[in-house]
Protein backbone atom coordinates (compact mmCIF):
# COMPACT_ATOMS: atom_id res chain seq x y z
CA UNK A 1 0.00 0.00 0.00
CA UNK A 2 1.67 3.10 -0.94
CA UNK A 3 0.66 6.38 0.98
CA UNK A 4 1.15 9.85 -0.90
CA UNK A 5 1.43 13.08 1.40
CA UNK A 6 1.35 16.49 -0.17
CA UNK A 7 2.62 19.71 0.94
CA UNK A 8 3.17 23.57 -0.08
CA UNK A 9 -0.30 24.60 -0.98
CA UNK A 10 -1.36 27.86 0.34
CA UNK A 11 -2.63 31.47 -0.83
CA UNK A 12 -0.80 33.26 -3.44
CA UNK A 13 -1.09 36.50 -5.85
CA UNK A 14 -1.53 35.95 -9.57
CA UNK A 15 1.26 35.92 -11.20
CA UNK A 16 3.02 34.32 -8.20
CA UNK A 17 4.77 30.98 -7.96
CA UNK A 18 3.89 27.74 -5.35
CA UNK A 19 5.80 24.44 -5.57
CA UNK A 20 4.18 21.81 -4.21
CA UNK A 21 5.44 18.40 -2.95
CA UNK A 22 4.47 15.00 -2.56
CA UNK A 23 6.23 12.26 -0.09
CA UNK A 24 5.57 8.46 -1.09
CA UNK A 25 6.06 5.66 1.04
CA UNK A 26 5.29 2.18 2.04
CA UNK A 27 6.18 1.23 -2.01
CA UNK A 28 8.97 1.18 -4.58
CA UNK A 29 8.93 4.80 -5.66
CA UNK A 30 10.92 4.23 -9.39
CA UNK A 31 7.96 1.61 -10.43
CA UNK A 32 5.44 4.25 -10.27
CA UNK A 33 3.92 6.97 -12.57
CA UNK A 34 3.42 9.99 -10.57
CA UNK A 35 0.50 12.56 -11.20
CA UNK A 36 -0.67 15.34 -10.75
CA UNK A 37 -5.00 15.95 -10.39
CA UNK A 38 -6.84 18.84 -9.36
CA UNK A 39 -10.49 19.77 -8.54
CA UNK A 40 -11.99 23.29 -7.77
CA UNK A 41 -15.12 23.77 -6.23
CA UNK A 42 -18.22 21.92 -8.03
CA UNK A 43 -16.41 20.68 -10.75
CA UNK A 44 -14.74 17.23 -11.71
CA UNK A 45 -11.25 16.05 -10.91
CA UNK A 46 -8.91 17.34 -13.91
CA UNK A 47 -5.68 16.00 -15.43
CA UNK A 48 -2.95 18.63 -14.62
CA UNK A 49 0.75 16.50 -15.24
CA UNK A 50 2.54 13.26 -15.20
CA UNK A 51 5.79 12.15 -15.17
CA UNK A 52 7.48 8.68 -16.09
CA UNK A 53 9.03 6.16 -13.86
CA UNK A 54 12.56 7.62 -14.71
CA UNK A 55 11.32 11.11 -14.86
CA UNK A 56 12.48 11.13 -18.44
CA UNK A 57 8.77 11.93 -19.96
CA UNK A 58 6.16 14.25 -19.03
CA UNK A 59 2.91 15.06 -20.43
CA UNK A 60 1.11 18.41 -19.17
CA UNK A 61 -2.84 19.47 -19.54
CA UNK A 62 -2.98 22.54 -22.28
CA UNK A 63 -4.00 25.05 -19.61
CA UNK A 64 -0.72 24.21 -17.30
CA UNK A 65 1.72 23.37 -20.26
CA UNK A 66 4.36 26.06 -20.47
CA UNK A 67 3.81 27.60 -16.42
CA UNK A 68 3.95 23.96 -14.46
CA UNK A 69 6.47 21.66 -14.26
CA UNK A 70 6.77 18.27 -12.53
CA UNK A 71 9.89 16.49 -11.67
CA UNK A 72 10.65 13.50 -8.93
CA UNK A 73 13.48 12.79 -7.09
CA UNK A 74 14.07 9.19 -6.38
CA UNK A 75 16.73 9.58 -3.76
CA UNK A 76 13.88 11.18 -1.27
CA UNK A 77 10.43 9.49 -3.01
CA UNK A 78 9.65 12.87 -3.49
CA UNK A 79 7.65 14.44 -6.44
CA UNK A 80 6.69 18.05 -7.07
CA UNK A 81 5.32 20.41 -8.87
CA UNK A 82 6.96 23.77 -9.74
CA UNK A 83 3.39 26.08 -10.89
CA UNK A 84 5.04 29.59 -12.27
CA UNK A 85 2.63 32.81 -13.59
CA UNK A 86 -0.41 31.42 -11.63
CA UNK A 87 -3.60 32.67 -12.33
CA UNK A 88 -7.26 32.70 -10.41
CA UNK A 89 -8.40 29.89 -12.21
CA UNK A 90 -5.74 27.33 -11.29
CA UNK A 91 -7.37 27.84 -7.82
CA UNK A 92 -8.37 24.39 -6.53
CA UNK A 93 -7.12 21.30 -4.67
CA UNK A 94 -4.19 19.70 -6.11
CA UNK A 95 -3.86 15.97 -5.46
CA UNK A 96 -0.86 13.13 -6.06
CA UNK A 97 -1.11 10.34 -7.54
CA UNK A 98 0.56 6.52 -8.23
CA UNK A 99 -0.24 4.41 -10.67
CA UNK A 100 1.31 1.70 -13.01
CA UNK A 101 0.41 3.16 -16.46
CA UNK A 102 1.74 6.39 -18.37
CA UNK A 103 -1.36 7.31 -18.49
CA UNK A 104 -3.43 10.82 -18.05
CA UNK A 105 -6.80 9.49 -17.03
CA UNK A 106 -7.75 9.06 -13.27
CA UNK A 107 -8.45 5.34 -13.36
CA UNK A 108 -4.74 4.91 -14.32
CA UNK A 109 -3.77 5.98 -10.62
CA UNK A 110 -4.78 3.60 -7.56
CA UNK A 111 -3.33 5.58 -5.30
CA UNK A 112 -3.89 9.02 -4.00
CA UNK A 113 -3.03 11.83 -1.34
CA UNK A 114 -5.15 13.89 0.69
CA UNK A 115 -4.77 16.86 -1.41
CA UNK A 116 -3.25 20.70 -0.83
CA UNK A 117 -5.37 23.64 -1.48
CA UNK A 118 -3.82 26.20 -3.38
CA UNK A 119 -5.42 29.60 -4.00
CA UNK A 120 -4.87 32.11 -6.24
CA UNK A 121 -6.27 36.09 -5.63
CA UNK A 122 -6.70 38.32 -8.38
Known amino acids: QVQLVESGGGLVQAGGSLRLSCVAS????????MGWFRQAPGKEREFVGIISWSGGRTIYADSVKGRFTISRDSAKNTVHLQMNSLKPEDTAAYYC???????????????WGQGTQVTVSS
Open 26 to 33: GGTFSSYV
Open 97 to 111: AAGNNFATAKWAFDY
